[in-house]
Nanobody, 130 residues
Framework: EVQLVESGGGLVQAGGSLRLSCTAS????????IAWFRQVPGKEREGVAV????????EYADTVKGRFTISRGGPKNTVYLQMNNLEPEDTAMYYC???????????????????????WGKGTQVTVSS
């Protein structure tokens, strides 16, 4: 059974930082695409950051570029999203997504809603106060 579990969300003031974690089980972790998406009620889900666990290539949404960093670290089945200089507009439910297909490098297409991820976590809430 494939399972993705997010953690690290919470309430933070504008300008603060949070680190989200996505831990995967029941899925091959190498040569895959792992992404972070976020969604606000009433708005379309948007891709935030994506990482290839093969070549560690990354792509970011323009709205978070320079502030967020996606990375793979220890333990090996965990992907992080370091969020710095948080803004109230970053408030959303953040979801981790993983693709079952073998992928060696990411492109911006992997950050769009047109790309279908097979596996999703239940989300972790991030709330940024002004």
């Amino acid at each position: 059974e494939v399972q993705l579990v997010e953690s690290g969300g919470g309430l933070v003031q504008a300008g603060g930082s949070l680190r989200l974690s996505c831990t995967a089980s029941g899925i091959a972790f190498d040569d895959r695409v792992i992404a972070w998406f976020r969604q606000v009620p009433g708005k379309e889900r948007e891709g935030v950051a994506v990482l290839s666990t093969n070549d560690l290539s990354t792509e970011y949404a323009d709205t978070v570029k320079g502030r967020f960093t996606i990375s793979r670290g220890g333990p090996k089945n965990t992907v992080y999203l370091q969020m710095n200089n948080l803004e109230p507009e970053d408030t959303a439910m953040y979801y981790c997504a993983a693709d079952d297909k073998i992928t060696r490098s990411v492109a911006f297409f992997h950050l769009t809603n047109e790309y279908e991820y097979e596996n999703w976590g239940k989300g972790t809430q991030v709330t940024v106060s002004s």
